[in-house]
T-cell receptor, first 115, second 114 residues
Framework: QQQVKQSPQSLIVQKGGISIINCAYE??????FPWYQQFPGKGPALLIA?????SEKKEGRFTISFNKSAKQFSLHIMDSQPGDSATYFC??????????????FGSGTQLTVLP | DGGITQSPKYLFRKEGQNVTLSCEQN?????MYWYRQDPGQGLRLIYY???????QKGDIAEGYSVSREKKESFPLTVTSAQKNPTAFYLC?????????????FGPGTRLTVL
């Protein structure tokens, strides 16, 4: 059972446009929601993350919007650039007292920004 | 220069053979993880380890085995019991000291079964 649903599967945006990727979850025990960026043949890298006690977090051109009541969160990329072309994964983590914090990933969105 | 290294980058295996994927980190992280990535399916957790000599099964552990004899190392063995082993394998680590610890990923190993 997929616990984090991500959409769309692929996205094509013109340079300078806004890219929006959405994720939804069911498990209310999730307490941390990161977004990862992955380039072909590379490992994912943390892009931005949010905790459920805030509704929005912005870092440069990247913004996470979080709706706790709807159990949804989204990534907005402003002024999208060709260099942003990559696969983006949302993820969620269950609150745990252990040192290992398992992430549950969405299925990924392949973003292409046209020049 | 701290980070996570995985080797080899590409690995080819004949059916029926066991193979071991290497993962080393010099970040002094307590926790380490193995994920499998297939097209269109995101990343799925195979095994994770919180401390040396301890590891737990993830969502898709069948056909895989791990060891954690050193803090820096968390090798993954793909056994012949794994029915569909061709995939991109990613190792990650995180510090266990803080509540919202980031997972750092290695560059991955692409395994192909011939």
């Amino acid at each position: 059972q997929q616990q984090v649903k991500q959409s769309p599967q692929s996205l094509i945006v013109q340079k300078g446009g806004i890219s929006i990727i959405n994720c939804a979850y069911e498990n209310t025990a999730f307490d941390y929601f990161p977004w990862y960026q992955q380039f072909p043949g590379k490992g994912p890298a943390l892009l931005i993350a949010i905790r459920p006690d805030v509704s929005e977090k912005k870092e440069g051109r990247f913004t996470i919007s979080f709706n706790k009541s709807a159990k949804q969160f989204s990534l907005h990329i402003m002024d999208s650039q060709p260099g942003d072309s990559a696969t983006y994964f949302c993820a969620a983590r269950v609150k745990s007292s252990g040192s290992a914090r398992q992430l549950t990933f969405g299925s990924g969105t392949q973003l292409t920004v046209l020049p | 220069d701290g980070g996570i290294t995985q080797s080899p980058k590409y690995l080819f295996r004949k059916e029926g053979q066991n193979v071991t994927l290497s993962c080393e980190q010099n970040l002094n992280h307590d926790a380490m993880y193995w994920y499998r990535q297939d097209p269109g399916q995101g990343l799925r957790l195979i095994y994770y380890s919180q401390i040396v000599n301890d590891f737990q099964k993830g969502d898709i552990a069948e056909g895989y085995s791990v060891s954690r004899e050193k803090k820096e190392s968390f090798p993954l063995t793909v056994t012949s019991a794994q029915k569909n082993p061709t995939a991109f394998y990613l190792c990650a680590s995180s510090t266990g000291r803080y509540s919202y610890n980031e997972q750092f990923f290695g560059p991955g190993t692409r395994l192909t079964v011939l």
